[in-house]
């Protein structure tokens, strides 16, 4: 049905104001800037090949995986330590944990943590506190 109205005839477009547009004007200061051009030519640009980048690829992923198995167990031994009150690495979170050796005072574990996060920011990474305090 839209076919049958015809071509819609184009809107002009409406100036803003009656004077042409200006270029701003550069700044009074010696004719070259002393700062060097920031562009890249091909020159600059450092080519490697796709075996080389493949290679490199293929080794931040193994110490990748290897950094994640670590903190797996890392996790596994810090659950065992503190919930049940053994020295193992051993941990499946499809089971059950019995209950603590610890009894009530099993709370305290989530306040040693916290405990011992806040020494390791305000030791190793005291930028890290100035994101807390905004």
Not at 41 to 63: E, K, M
Request: cysteine-free; glycine content about 6%; aromatic content about 12%.
């Amino acid at each position: 049905m839209a076919d049958q109205a015809g071509p819609i005839p184009p809107v002009p477009p409406i100036p803003l104001s009656d004077t042409p547009p200006t270029k701003p004007k550069a700044p009074p200061g010696p004719e070259k800037s002393r700062v060097p051009d920031a562009r890249l030519t091909d020159d600059d640009i450092r080519r490697i090949s796709l075996i080389y980048l493949s290679f490199l690829a293929l080794a931040v992923g193994i110490v990748t995986g290897f950094g994640a198995f670590a903190f797996r167990e890392l996790i596994g031994l810090l659950h065992n330590i503190f919930f049940l009150g053994k020295f193992s690495f051993n941990y499946n979170s499809n089971l059950f944990t019995p209950a603590s050796p610890w009894g009530v005072l099993i709370i305290l574990a989530p306040v040693i943590g916290s405990v011992a996060v806040t020494f390791l920011i305000t030791k190793f990474a005291p930028v890290a506190m100035a994101y807390r305090r905004s």
